[in-house]
Structure formats: structure tokens, C-alpha cells
């Protein structure tokens, strides 16, 4: 890792706890002016999509495609931290069980730099008991850090945490 990928690296991750602890206020621009970076705001929260896309494929190795080789997760229903692709396979290997259906609620997306944005807010699953086929809908608070690798956006860090008050 380059000293410049070394400090971007650095800024993300910074960025995106101050993100987490509300300290810090994401997504204002100017009403009614079109602007790249608001394209590039747009393209940042439709990410999730793919995601959610890779999530309907019941494939936990394409969901783990869509995250960087040292990528870290701190997932929603579990106490594990995954700090590597096998660990994030091994976790959607078990989420996937409940046939995970996401949508947000609410999104701030924030781009750093060309090369470096975050995605934070409120999204829900509809989750189905694989035993039962009971359905339940958890709503949790999520923070996805990317950055472009190759020309392709990837997840460096993805926060998902149940709503503390639901």
C-alpha cells in the first residue's frame, strides 16, 4: 500500500467515524444547482442497490465481490469483526439464510474525493425465518465507506448496527 493509499485510507476511516457519532454534517449543497458532485452523490447511494442486487442472489461470494480485499465489517447480527474476504463470506454464508430483502430510509451521502465517498443512515430488512417462513423487518443504522479501486467502487468499511431504541 502506497503512503498516499496509506493516508487516504486513514482519512476514510476518520471520516466515516465522525460520520457514525454525528459530529458531522453530510450532503449539503445548493438547492436546484446540478453539479458533478451531485451526480456523484447519486451514484454513491444507488451502490446500495448492487449490493441489495448481490444480497437477492443468495451467493455470499458475490456479495464479499463487492468489498475490498481489506475491507473491514462490522456486521448487524453479529459480534464479529470480518477483516478479511473470508470472514465476510463466512458472515453473508448466515445472513443470507434469512433471505435479507434491504431499503433505506434515509441516506447522507458525503464524496470526499473523486476516488473516496460515504453512504450512511437508516435501512431496514424484511428477514424470513428459514425454519418457520415467519417474516420480521429489522431497522438499523449503516455507514458504507468506498473507494474507487481499479475504477470500480468497492466497500472499505461497512457499519450496520440494529436501532438502539427499536
Same mark, same amino acid.
Given at each position: 500500500?502506497? @503512503?498516499?493509499?496509506?493516508?487516504? @485510507?486513514?482519512?476514510? %476511516? ?5 460520520? #457514525? ?6 450532503? %449539503?449543497? !445548493? /438547492?436546484?444547482?446540478?453539479? &458533478?458532485?451531485? /451526480? ?13 442486487? #448481490? ?7 458475490? %456479495?464479499? *465481490? !463487492?468489498y475490498a480485499k481489506d475491507a473491514v465489517l462490522l456486521p448487524t447480527v453479529s459480534n464479529?469483526? @470480518?477483516? =478479511? @474476504?473470508?470472514?465476510? %463470506? +463466512?458472515?453473508? *454464508? ?5 433471505? &435479507? ?10 464524496? !470526499? =474525493?473523486? *476516488?473516496? /465517498? ?8 424484511? !428477514?424470513? +425465518?428459514?425454519?418457520?417462513g415467519k417474516k420480521r423487518v429489522v431497522e438499523a443504522r449503516y455507514t458504507y465507506a ?17 436501532? &438502539?431504541?427499536?
Amino acid at each position: 500500500m502506497t @503512503r498516499r493509499s496509506i493516508s487516504k @485510507r486513514a482519512a476514510i %476511516v476518520t471520516a466515516t467515524a465522525l460520520v #457514525a457519532i454525528g459530529t458531522v454534517t453530510a450532503g %449539503v449543497s !445548493l /438547492a436546484g444547482q446540478d453539479s &458533478p458532485e451531485k /451526480a456523484s452523490k447519486k451514484q454513491i447511494t444507488s451502490l446500495f442497490e448492487t449490493w441489495n442486487a #448481490a444480497l437477492q442472489t443468495g451467493d455470499s461470494g458475490k %456479495v464479499a *465481490d !463487492l468489498y475490498a480485499k481489506d475491507a473491514v465489517l462490522l456486521p448487524t447480527v453479529s459480534n464479529k469483526v @470480518r477483516t =478479511d @474476504r473470508a470472514e465476510i %463470506v +463466512d458472515y453473508f *454464508d448466515h445472513f443470507l439464510e434469512n433471505k &435479507p430483502v434491504g431499503k433505506k430510509i434515509e441516506t447522507i451521502a458525503s464524496v !470526499l =474525493d473523486g *476516488d473516496s /465517498a460515504i453512504d450512511t443512515g437508516v435501512y431496514e430488512f424484511t !428477514l424470513t +425465518d428459514p425454519d418457520t417462513g415467519k417474516k420480521r423487518v429489522v431497522e438499523a443504522r449503516y455507514t458504507y465507506a468506498y473507494e474507487k479501486i481499479d475504477g470500480e467502487w468497492l466497500i472499505v468499511n461497512h457499519h450496520s448496527s440494529a436501532m &438502539p431504541e427499536g
